[in-house]
């Protein structure tokens, strides 16, 4: 089949198909991906902007995470960035709190919480997140988007230069487009790596001492191509191919899950009339609906998983509504059993237990961050063997402190034996110092009488203190021969 055979190469998404027999002689219309023509050829989208309600909305939304994005490595908090993942001292800084690596509760508490609200999200209020939120929306729609319609033109204009000819006009708008998104892309990429390196430190080495950047170099390049390619040719595809999400949602939806549907009922059968027929229904099959939508789903053949939930369609269908004198909301926001008659119920079991882990996850992980300890001390097993009998008969064990400084300022730990009171500990370092928000490492030794130990366990009591006030009762359990001395177990 010739490319020029299949509609939307004449008309774009908007477009009614011809019948079966004259044009789809591959596949009919409803059994395609809408990412692809009938021969399977990629088909761009080219969607049409209609800047109604839900529009607006999600504009707004898009300006605040965008600047969000770029605020968020500039704006300094507790003489850090806001957000800034300190790789190379393995700590990350969010909003003047410090963490690190050591504090495992509260990243498994912070982890669970993200995951529980992906999951009561996704049950209660379907794509919305998708549509409104994502920044593989938020940034094609609002920004790569405009920027081409700015460059050539609305959807039909786009369409047409696509279906050119190389020449030198289209060569000089194309390269005219893609060095502007690359420029853009630049600028978003390095902004990203700040997030790890901070613009103090990234910017004046970028001025001066490039060279001293290579890796910085290496990834703003990497991701700023990985942009161009996302935004400015994956596009849709990224949602309806690459992105697991919308998988996801068959698990977590149910009847009463929020979702973008026609009303049916009210919808069929279609008329072209611009009065309402006695037995007609109200959709004029413009196919305005499908010529808005980002992922050129046509909604009036029921929920599908390319649909990401950016209700262009609902405001699309609206707008012809309301030019033809009839009631909105053929196509709205409802779920399931609203459309079958029934009433939609916001609160039902499912949700309700994903709302109450949700509030005891994030109450988890408030109450970890308001009682954080100035410091974390861990106790581990050092050395090659786990133990090892000295010729005086004790037995010595080896092992690491590793002291977390979580205050600003440095601080002196000192470390002593609670009991049994005739064990002896002796370390690489005393007192240990440890500068502000740094992490140390020191090496110890506890010698223990034998006679301490049964079936080859001792348990022993440390008291970690520190200048700042830190104080902190460890128990560990050391290792030793079984039975008494000369026997062989």
């Known amino acids: 089949m010739s490319a020029s055979a299949y509609p939307s190469d004449r008309s774009g998404p908007g477009a009614v198909a011809p019948s079966h027999d004259r044009v789809f002689d591959v596949a009919p219309p409803d059994e395609l991906l809408y990412s692809l023509s009938a021969d399977g050829k ?15 909305i999600r504009r707004r939304i898009a300006a605040a995470l965008m600047v969000m994005f770029f605020a968020l490595p500039l704006i300094r908090v507790g003489g850090y960035p806001a957000v800034f993942f300190d790789l190379a001292a393995r ?17 498994f508490a912070f982890g669970f919480a993200v995951v529980v609200t992906v999951f009561f999200v996704g049950s209660t209020f379907g794509r919305v997140w998708c ?7 938020v940034y094609l729609e609002f920004l790569f988007r405009p920027i081409e319609a700015w460059i050539e033109g609305g959807p039909a204009r786009q369409r047409g230069l696509n279906r050119e000819p190389w020449s030198p006009r289209k060569i000089r708008i194309k390269a005219f487009k893609y060095g502007v998104f690359g420029l853009i892309a630049l ?30 170099l290496f ?20 949602c309806t191919i690459a ?28 008329t072209r009339s611009r009065e309402l027929r006695p037995g007609a229904g109200a959709c004029v099959d413009c196919n305005a609906c499908v010529a808005a939508c980002p992922t050129g789903v046509d909604i009036r053949r029921g929920l599908q998983v390319e649909c990401i939930g950016t209700a262009q369609c609902v405001d699309a269908c609206d707008e012809v509504m309301r030019k033809l004198g009839r009631p909105t909301g053929l196509i709205t926001f409802t779920s399931e059993r609203a459309q079958h008659g029934g009433s939609h119920r916001l609160w039902r079991p499912r949700n309700l237990a994903y709302l109450a882990l949700m509030v005891v996850a994030w109450g988890a992980f408030a ?15 050092g050395g090659r063997e786990p133990y090892r009998v000295l010729n005086s008969g004790d037995v010595a064990n080896q092992q690491r402190f590793r002291f977390t400084n979580q205050l600003q300022e440095p601080q002196r730990f000192t470390i002593e034996v609670l009991e049994p009171r005739d064990i002896s500990l002796v370390t690489s370092e005393s007192p240990v110092v440890v500068a502000g928000e740094q992490v140390v490492t020191v090496n110890a030794v506890a010698t223990v009488p034998r006679r301490r130990f049964t079936d080859g366990q001792a348990n022993v009591r440390y008291l970690v203190t520190s200048d700042r006030g830190f104080r902190q009762e460890i128990d560990f359990l050391l290792l030793g021969p079984f039975g008494p001395p000369g026997e062989v177990r």
């Not at 700590?91 to 990243?107: A, D, I, N, Q």
């Not at 549509?131 to 929306?137: D, E, S, V, Y």
């Not at 109450?367 to 097993?381: C, F, G």
């Open 42 to 56: 990629r088909r761009f989208m080219h969607p049409v902007v209609h800047k109604g309600h839900y529009w607006r």
């Open 91 to 107: 700590r990350t800084h969010l909003f003047g709190t410090t963490f690190h690596p050591t504090e495992s509760v509260v990243l």
């Open 131 to 137: 549509g409104f939120g994502c920044p593989q929306t």
């Open 187 to 216: 600028v978003m990429a390095t902004n990203f790596v700040a997030y790890f390196t901070s613009w103090s430190a990234l910017g004046p080495g970028l001025l001066h001492a490039p060279w001293q950047w290579t890796s910085a």
């Open 219 to 238: 990834t703003i390049a990497a991701v700023a191509g990985l942009i161009v390619f996302d935004f400015g040719w994956f596009r849709d595809q990224m």
């Open 243 to 270: 992105c697991p999400y919308g998988r996801l949602q068959n698990v977590l939806a149910d009847t009463d899950t929020l979702l973008v549907a026609y009303d049916t009922a009210r919808g069929e059968p279609r």
């Open 367 to 381: 109450v970890l961050i308001a009682t954080r300890a100035d410091a974390l001390v861990e106790v581990v097993r």
